[in-house]
């Protein structure tokens, strides 16, 4: 479950879609009811856009609404002006959409696997290469590792970032490989 969706689930607020009518393409996305409380995101914006960018845009709009809802219950403070309080749920929303690593007791990072491009492109930028990568699993609260660190990958590929998220055969687990992590050696 992404950052987002896992907060709004433990302030207790619901999120739906909404059919929000005819607005323009640049008005308005999502809502925060605070009486329910509950965020409703436009049905016809999400509907508009390709599976990538509607979770992007979930995300997002669960994030800046719930920058809202933090503001209503006292959690931090309101701005003054409307465009200030605007552009704060903004990065705020932003922020939650940052892959956010899990460090293992013996130093390791791990991405989840919905980050992985995103760390893949991170590593790019800083010139490192991807010399192989570890599948982790965490059961029972203990953690599970499988080497592929044999697997050399050139990053400036676009198929390297298809070999890291293929791991069907690895696993013979079928995607969305949300409870999976990985591990890379640079």
């Not at 907060?7 to 008005?27: K, P, Q, T």
């Not at 925060?32 to 979930?58: G, H, Q, T, W």
């Amino acid at each position: 479950m992404d950052r987002a969706s896992q907060l709004a689930r433990e302030y207790g607020i619901a999120v739906r879609f909404s059919d929000f009518g005819a607005w323009s393409e640049g008005e308005l996305r999502a809502e925060y009811d605070p009486a329910v409380p509950e965020i409703r995101i436009n049905r016809r914006v999400a509907d508009s856009l390709s599976a990538a960018e509607r979770e992007r845009f979930i995300q997002y709009a669960i994030g800046h609404e719930l920058y809202h809802h933090r503001e209503q219950i006292g959690e931090i403070p309101a701005l003054e002006r409307r465009s200030e309080r605007e552009s704060a749920a903004d990065r705020y929303a932003e922020s939650l959409l940052k892959p956010e690593p899990r460090i293992l007791d013996n130093g390791e990072v791990c991405w989840k696997y919905i980050d992985v491009e995103e760390a893949l492109h991170r590593f790019a930028a800083e010139r490192q290469i991807i010399l192989g990568f570890d599948v982790v699993e965490f059961v029972n609260g203990k953690v599970r590792i499988w080497g592929t660190s044999d697997h050399n990958l050139e990053i400036e590929s676009k198929s390297s970032l298809q070999d890291v998220k293929r791991i069907q055969h690895l696993t013979g687990l079928e995607p969305p490989y949300d409870d999976l992590w990985f591990i890379f050696v640079t």
